[in-house]
């Protein structure tokens, strides 16, 4: 049984529909805590409505990176509570190597484009502006880069011609609470391995 | 009537396949002549056994682009067959600003990747290392960059864990012969409007 640690900046919706499949079965896993860089984020509502521990854990001096008594802090708590995998969700900070060194190859992330297209903020909005008529979503390893880890999943949108930046979010973020559910329940039943840059063992066609 | 050149380096096998939709009434253009800049590639054969009017175009001294007396034979050859619109088919050369100026929002390209991931050469290749989950093709108009123009149409490939390079080339090529087609008939239709990098008027889920 995972030991799943999820870790936000914003409203949490992806925290939600691991949540939810967590509930369902769909993933065999606990959600044993939630850590937030951001005091006000919804996540950390969510969480303590859900009985799911949630701590803010300050991250200053730094303003892009989880590093020094941030990442300390943060490490703490994923001991205390056991957790033995990191999903970020909408998690606005770079991941750093102490972290890294903590969890290897058991921290996942959540992406609002195909990568390695658009990677970095507001993924939805980049990829409106260059004018592409395919996005979607991809569930990553994380590593020491901004969205360049292994891949586990990628869906696919449609762009529409009379897409704003919120309707193509929206459409996007669907696919997100179908894809990070399945890559984690893939983690749990122990599929997936990785080789290189490549992860071997998930299923084809989803 | 559209007044098709298409320009290609190698087999040709795209401008089989709008020479085929062509035939078949699917793209109401004719198919006026076909240049390379590589005296052996089979794109010229293909054009000879069509009854199409061949050029081998001598582009040295460049290697990358299609520039200075290689451009203007070019554009003599284009203009002699009363050309009105090319379509690049495997062309591995920069086309330049001669080439652009004369025509205008009237070149497009196929890329066998979804751009703007893996521009350049053997994107099929630049995608199985990089380990995605999903490829495709794009059709878009050329500018001055490399696989840089906006974007008409893209069609996406499942990546499979076995795939070669090989093996993932021939199913986006399945794809760029469905895509190229649609593209052209769109353009033939007048329906496309270039807005920015945008395309407007092509219809959405083909």
Known sequence: MLNLAVMGSGSGSNFQ???NAVRDGRIEARVVCVLSDNADAFILERARRAGVPAYFV???PFRTKLDGAGEARALEILRAHGADFIALAGFMR???AGLLRAFPGRIVNIHPS???AFPGLQAWRQALDYGV???GCTVHFVDE???TGPIILQRTVLVREDDTPESLHAR???QEHIAYPLALQWIAEGRLRIV???VIGAPNSV
Chains 1, 2 share one sequence.
């Open 145 to 147: 880069g901004t969205d």
């Open 58 to 60: 300050d991250a200053s």
């Open 196 to 198: 290189g840059r490549h």
């Open 94 to 96: 770079l991941v750093k």
């Open 133 to 135: 008529k395919v996005s």
């Open 172 to 174: 996007i973020q669907e």
């Open 114 to 116: 195909l990568l390695p």
């Open 17 to 19: 529909s691991l949540l």
